[in-house]
């Protein structure tokens, strides 16, 4: 079946670190990707998003970009800052899910220290 | 524009008691889902609707009941809780045209069963 698999957090950080947030998906078609951002104590939030192989998505200085090769769409930032602290999701959807349904990864917990 | 609305924030139950989570958007949507948020699980879909008068189960949909009588409203009924239910509960909304397009998410629910 269709499953998105992410990397164990809680993951660790100083103020201006370099993130990689690993994500993998194993889908039978060509899902959309996205990853969403959760802050403490709200819903979530969509972060960045790619619809075909190579396409890269970015906002907020959030980058990743969908590899069909390898299956994954790893999320990445250059320089984290401590308002970044928050669970991230992979998620994945295809163009014939009713209702626009997603699968999520099972989140990655981010914390950035000062 | 409020987005997606939940009610209420935080809810403790007994075995065996019937609650509504409800569920409101204000940017007319055709697509609303449900999901609910354990602990290193991610989140799973329990009901979806892509249209007034239209659900469908999703993947954990055992236990809960929906109905979708205008396009703003979609409550979750629990019909006789157990302790297996204690989650966070999203609800979520998009418009029906893109696959791709964002789904907002509400704030969450977060629900107790003793």
């Known amino acids: 079946g269709n499953s998105v698999t992410q990397m164990e957090g809680p993951v660790t950080l100083s103020e201006e670190a370099f993130l990689t947030i690993n994500c993998t998906y194993t889908?039978?078609?060509?899902?959309?990707l996205f990853w969403y951002v959760q802050y403490p104590g709200e819903g979530l939030q969509l972060l960045l998003k790619?619809?075909?192989?190579?396409d890269k998505g970015s906002n907020k200085g959030f980058e990743a970009t969908y590899r069909k090769e390898t299956t994954s769409f790893h999320l990445e930032k250059g320089s984290v800052q401590v308002s970044d602290s928050a669970v991230y999701f992979c998620a994945l959807t295809f163009s014939y899910n009713q209702g626009g349904k997603l699968i999520f990864g099972q989140g990655t917990e981010l914390s950035v220290k000062p | 524009n409020a987005g997606v609305t939940q009610t209420p924030k935080f809810q403790v139950l007994k075995t065996g008691q019937s609650m509504t989570l409800q569920c409101a958007q204000d940017m007319n949507h055709e697509y609303m889902s449900w999901y609910r948020q354990d602990p290193g699980m991610g989140l799973r879909l329990i009901h979806y609707?892509?249209?007034?008068?239209?659900?469908d189960q999703g993947e954990v949909p055992n236990g809960y009941n929906v109905s979708r009588s205008t396009t703003e409203d979609f409550p979750l009924r629990l019909l006789s809780a157990a302790p297996s239910q204690t989650s966070v509960y999203f609800c979520?909304?998009?418009?029906?045209?893109?696959?791709?397009?964002?789904?907002?998410f509400g704030p969450g629910t977060r629900l107790t069963v003793l």
């Open positions: 790619a619809t075909k192989a190579d």
């Open positions: 979520a909304s998009r418009a029906a045209g893109g696959y791709t397009d964002t789904q907002y």
């Open positions: 609707s892509v249209g007034a008068g239209i659900t």
């Open positions: 889908a039978t078609g060509y899902p959309s």
